[in-house]
């Protein structure tokens, strides 16, 4: 059998997986199952500790994000258990305070008396649509406003209509 690589007067027991050289029992660690020289051994444990470090700067630098499938074990509805996913209620998942949906449907029913723009927080032109209903001008306009409120993107439409809002 050949000799250790470092202990040259040794007899080798095995061979290095990380260099391919033979090692003695002095120079041998087995780690799950398998045989490293001293050399190679630190170096695993040098660059696992790399990729830690790496891993805690990722982390530190860039929030986290939870994705949900879908399978969250019995929440009342999808959007309270995205918005109040992780960190005591702050999560990371954007946070609406008015619904699209709603200011539509209110848009299109009661349009023609502002009922829309009080929910959106806008008074001032909450009144001017209950100044002018009798026109039927605000009607037509709250029902057109309806109709793009529900096919717009919710994120466009919460950074426009819902002072409430943040993003992430």
Known sequence: MSTCYVHNDMEAVGICVGCGKFICSTCNTELKGKNYCKNCLDELFDENKRKLE????????????????????????????????????????????????TAGILAILLGGIGV?????????????????????IPGLVGLIEGIVYLVSNPDDFARKHDPGYQPY
């Open 54 to 101: 790496k891993l805690e700067d990722n982390k530190q630098s860039q929030p986290m994000v939870f994705m949900n499938a879908g399978g969250g074990g019995g929440a009342s509805s999808s959007s309270s258990s995205s918005s109040s996913s992780s960190a005591g209620g702050r999560g990371f998942a954007p946070r609406f305070t008015k619904s699209k949906t």
């Open 116 to 136: 829309h723009k009080f929910y959106l927080g806008r008074w001032g032109w909450g009144l001017i649509y209950l100044l002018f209903c009798w026109t039927y």
